[in-house]
Every structure is written in C-alpha cells, then in structure tokens.
DNA sequence: CATCAGTAGATCG
DNA sequence: CTTAACTGATCTACTGATGG
C-alpha cells in the first residue's frame, strides 16, 4: 500500500467582505464610506438583516445577521444596497474557476470560501506554495478589484483559522511547527463549528482560549459537549484535521424560506407564498436534474419559535403536482399542532438521488 | 446495536 | 416620546422506532 505524503499544504481562500465589496466596486463615487448589504423582507422599512458589511461598516460595529434597524442606528450613514445573490454567484464562480489552475485539488466551500491542496503543485514546499497563492491573490484584485484573504498551512482547519487571522487581504502562513503556537492564544470562538452556544457553556468551566481547551481532558470534553462536540474539539485544539478536499461536495438539502408582510393564521392565508416556494424548490431541482425522497415544510412564528414537518417517500418525488400536494397535507399538519402566528414559511427538500430510471425491458 | 425517520438546535455570513 | 424592531440557508445531534 501507499502511504499518503505525510505533509500536505492547504490553503483557505475567503474573500473580504464579499457581498459588500462587490456592491462598493460598482460605486467607486462612494470611496471608503460604509457599504450595507441588506435582505429586506418589505414588512416595514426597516425590516430584515444585514448580510455583509463592508469594513468601514464593521468599525462601526456593524455585523452580518444583525437587524437592520440596529446597523442603522450604529452606522446611519452607510450606503444601503439589497441583496443580489445571482451576481455574487457568477463572480464567486469566476474567480474560483482561476484558482483551479493554482492547484491540485480545489474545494468550493460556500460562495465566498474556497479550500486548495497545492501538496503535489509546490512539491510539499511552503515558499513555492506561498508564491503561487500571492499570485492568485494579486491576480483577484487585479481582474475583479476584490481582496481576499488567505491562509495557508496543513490541514483544512488550520488553514481557514489562518485566513481569518489577518483581514481584510490578510496573508497568513503557519508551519506545522507552528500551529500551536498560532492556536493556543486564540478565542474558542474562532474554531469552526464554535459559536455562542458552545462558547457560553465553555466559558462556565473557565474556557475560554484554544490552549484552555487543550488543557482540559477529552472526557470532561465529552462531558460537557457530547462526544461528537468534544471529540471534535479535542482535535481541534491540537490542530489535528485529516479531512481530505472535496471537490465534487454537494448540498445535502434544499430550502427556500420567506417572510410573510403580515403575520398569517391559518393555510388559507399562506397558500399562495407556500405554492409559490414549491414552485421555486421544484425548479431549481429539476433544473439541476435532482430528485429528492424527503421533503418538508418550516413556520417561523411571530416569537421567532421554529416549527417543522417532513416526511420521507420511498421513491424518489416524481411530479411538481404530487410534490405541492405532500407539502400542502404537511403544512396543515403542522397548523393543527398548536395555534400561533406564522411570521415565517419555508419548503425543504433532501434526500437527493440520480433520476428514477427509465423502464426499459418492460417496455415491450 | 445499526439504521432510519422526524424534529429541534446551532452555526454562519 | 417610547418601544420594538430579528434572514435565509445548511448541517448535525438527539430521540424513538424498527429489524437483525
């Protein structure tokens, strides 16, 4: 058997305040002022969330996922722009195309991260791999005038750490001789996976850095955390993360969800948004050849509390009609569960597999 | 106990 | 003047049922 080179050479590519950036390349009139990009719901003028902010904004205090009337109060001078995802795809999908050619094996992460092995093209060399990636990054701002961030060392994790370690156009390198040291003084929150919740329950044991986490022994880990939670930290504080690159990932599920104008009460209130949610979800599925053996339907009340209902079908959903059916019989499912106002509805399919196949010998 | 179905919870940008 | 205002998408853990 082969024995996988021992060392490999990872990098995290995150682009800078994506959205943001992207909507502040188009208004070059706006210099370095501010730059919002919202999702407005049309409820009231101020209605949604922020989804990127440039970082100006973020020296304001401005968050992604924060309520738009309160980046508006800590930043009432910014230039607001609604979200355009199809925009923002077709540049993530162009630059990420490029960095193929710096690379072995390139994951897509999300619209704005990408991971590269570039092990075998620098010949397990940090310098040579380092030079190639300064020459992506010089190339993004050159033909997209974007910046990026990026981190390299050896392994997933410890790459995406690093890219977010210096931002915006950060670069940053450690070596394995050096993940400790990067590691150990860093927030717990910094770790993938690591957000308020896990952060709160830690700190109560008085854990709060990496090095605190490695301090502590993986059966109180598992204690605390469970042991998906805890072992993953256990390995994590060490830098430890074997995970290959994937390059062929693929969603596991789909989901649209919307907010209603007005909260709504019963089904014949949510009938029209819910058939018009099928119709996407059926769309983009079949547009992509997918077919999907679970499917299910979410409400989001005026308390914010999350209701849902799915169920799974033993072969694959074969006609838009049956599908809006098994989503309207679910919907009224969950209203009979207990009253509330719905704020909020979604549709939600998984289960994905290759097309039923065609009949053929019992076709004659 | 391995797997599956259904649901709630957590995280991320 | 005061108050409340909070998206959209995904993944994963937990729970209980089922079958070997």
């Not at 390139?106 to 704005?112: G, K, N, R």
């Not at 022994?217 to 955390?225: E, I, N, P, T, Y």
Request: charged share 25%; aromatic share 8%; glycine share 6%.
């Amino acid at each position: 058997m082969s024995s996988p080179p021992s060392l490999r050479l990872i990098a995290h590519i995150d682009m800078d305040a994506f959205f943001a950036s992207v909507e502040q390349r188009k208004h070059p009139e706006w210099g370095n002022d501010p730059v919002l990009v919202g999702v407005f719901t049309g409820r009231s003028e101020d209605s949604g969330v922020v989804s990127s902010a440039s970082y100006s904004a973020r020296k304001m205090g401005v968050r992604a996922g924060m309520p738009i009337f309160q980046a508006k109060n800590l930043c009432p001078s910014a230039h607001w722009v609604s979200v355009n995802h199809a925009e923002y795809s077709t540049i993530s999908e162009q630059i990420f195309t490029r960095l193929f050619s710096f690379a072995d094996v390139v994951e897509l992460a999300s619209i704005d991260e990408a991971y590269a092995d570039l092990s075998i093209k620098a010949k397990g060399d940090f310098s040579a791999a380092e030079s190639l990636l300064r020459e992506f990054q010089t190339l993004v701002k050159k033909e997209w005038g974007l910046s990026c961030s990026v981190g390299l060392s050896v392994n997933k994790l410890v790459a995406k750490m690093a890219s977010d370690a210096r931002k915006p156009a950060g670069f940053t390198v450690v070596h394995p001789d050096e993940v400790s040291m990067f590691l150990d003084p860093l927030p717990i929150k910094a770790l993938l996976g690591v957000g308020p919740k896990t952060r709160d329950e830690l700190k109560e044991k008085g854990i709060e850095t990496i090095l605190d986490i490695r301090r502590a022994g993986l059966s109180d880990l598992v204690k605390w955390l469970g042991t998906a939670k805890g072992n993953y930290l256990f390995a994590a504080s060490r830098g430890i993360d074997a995970a290959p690159l994937d390059p062929n990932r693929e969603r596991k599920q789909h989901s649209r969800i919307v907010t209603l104008l007005q909260d709504a009460q019963s089904w014949t209130d949510v009938a029209p948004r819910v058939h018009d949610l099928v119709e996407l979800v059926w769309s983009e599925t079949a547009e992509k050849g997918q077919f999907f053996t679970q499917l299910g339907v979410l409400a989001i009340s005026s308390s914010l509390k999350q209701y849902s209902k799915s169920k799974s079908l033993t072969v694959p959903c074969a006609t838009k009609e049956q599908f809006s059916g098994e989503i309207e019989s679910l919907f009224l499912l969950l209203l009979e569960t207990e009253p509330f106002l719905i704020r909020r509805i979604g549709v939600r399919v998984s289960g994905f597999t290759a097309p039923p196949k065609q009949k053929r010998l019992f076709d004659f």
